[in-house]
């Protein structure tokens, strides 16, 4: 049960924040600056290969790097670990739904035939490949 | 330097409690609607392949590029201005907030430099334009006209975020934010720090990846 002060002092009120979620700490400055470095290192790598011509794997390759700044934003910016359960089953809930789209949509582009979206609206009638 | 929370709280924890899950709802349900655009993207370009390679073809690296550090920077500045503000240091924080806002503006000036520069080379949203008659690649339409929807809408959210986080600069200097309960500049950081990881997915998907997928 929570204590019963309306106006509690600059400690107390730095305490929920601490409180929120056992072992997860509030990102430190240093902390912060080594992100920063990171989440740059990442994106010159993203943008190095680029020029690497990876072929089939340009577009897998850059949406791994691009999920591992995303968990670093979130992780160390969005300091998403020091939230209570409710607001991480909230995020998870978002997430769980996004897979579940793009796992239902892949399924059906890649295995139905003829393929659904050859000639959508707008596009003039052509034969594939 | 007295905290009160609103009547209808009990505490002011509560009301941190709220706010913060009030957010993060909201950003669960804003990765939803962006989720299905994502969706269309991936589904188009698996069938035009060619379409999609023409059209990343003709949006410049660069720009892109000095896009993604301007809100990668940004980012951290505003997760500064939390820790700044969380410190008892209002001013520094009030500054670092600044300089986020002065960073979005210039995310967003490049941005129209960029749509300019298509509009020029004939390049409209839906598909309409000269660039299109001169190039008929079915997918060419399709990859622009995700390309204005997707980014468009981004920067829509840039714009709102610049205005959340300028209320919250206002709020600050005048002292109705104090560094015992920081979590309203925390809460509008947060919406920020969204808006940055969208884009960190866009940039690859519109700039970097000539020649994926099949």
Redesign the interface.
């Known amino acids: 049960m ?9 400690k107390a ?2 305490a ?2 601490e409180k929120r979620a056992a072992g997860a700490k ?4 240093r902390g ?2 080594l ?2 470095f990171a ?2 290192a990442l ?1 010159g790598l ?2 190095a ?2 020029y690497a ?8 390759v ?2 791994v ?2 999920g591992a ?2 968990v670093l ?2 992780v ?4 998403i670990l020091v ?2 359960v ?2 991480r089953l ?2 998870g ?3 769980v ?2 897979g579940i ?2 796992a239902l ?2 399924a059906d ?2 295995t139905r035939e003829p ?1 659904p ?4 609206p ?3 009638m ?1 034969d594939r490949g | ?5 609103a009547a209808h709280f ?5 009301q ?2 709220a706010a ?2 009030g957010m ?2 909201f ?3 804003e ?2 609607f962006f ?2 655009l ?2 269309l993207y ?3 370009r ?2 035009h392949p060619r379409g999609f390679d023409l059209g990343i073809a003709r949006n410049t ?1 660069a720009w892109g ?1 000095v896009n ?2 301007v809100l ?2 940004s ?2 500045t505003v ?2 201005a939390v ?1 700044e503000l ?1 410190r ?1 240091k209002p001013v520094a924080a009030a500054w670092l907030v600044g300089v986020t806002v002065a960073l979005g503006l210039c995310f967003l000036c490049v941005k129209t430099g960029e749509y300019l520069e298509h509009f020029r080379e004939g390049i409209y949203p839906a ?1 309409a334009g000269a660039f299109f008659a001169e190039n ?1 690649e ?1 997918g060419i ?2 990859f622009f006209t995700l390309y204005f929807c997707m980014t468009g809408l981004h920067a829509i959210h840039v714009i709102v975020g610049m205005g959340v986080l300028v209320a919250l600069l206002v709020r600050v200097l005048r002292g109705s934010i ?4 920081s ?1 309203p500049l ?1 809460v509008g ?2 919406y920020w ?2 808006v ?2 969208i884009w ?2 866009l ?3 519109f700039y ?7």
């Open positions: 929570s204590a019963a002060g309306a106006t509690p002092s600059a009120a730095r929920p924040g509030e990102t430190t400055a912060l600056a992100t920063l989440l740059l994106a993203s943008l290969l680029r011509h990876l072929g089939a794997f340009g577009v897998p850059a949406l790097i691009a700044k995303a934003v979130a160390f910016f969005m300091e939230e209570r409710t607001v909230a995020m809930t978002g997430i739904l996004l789209l793009l949509i892949a582009i890649l393929a979206l050859t000639n959508p707008g596009t003039e052509r | 330097m007295s905290v009160r929370a009990e505490d002011i924890e509560r941190e409690q913060r899950l993060w709802v950003l669960a349900s990765i939803l989720a299905g994502f969706a991936f589904a188009y698996s069938e690296i590029s993604t550090a990668l920077v980012s951290y997760a500064l820790h969380r008892g598909g008929d079915p339409k399709m104090v560094p015992a309960a979590y925390a950081a947060v720090h969204l940055d990881v960190i997915f940039w690859p998907l970097l990846t000539p020649g994926g997928l099949q």
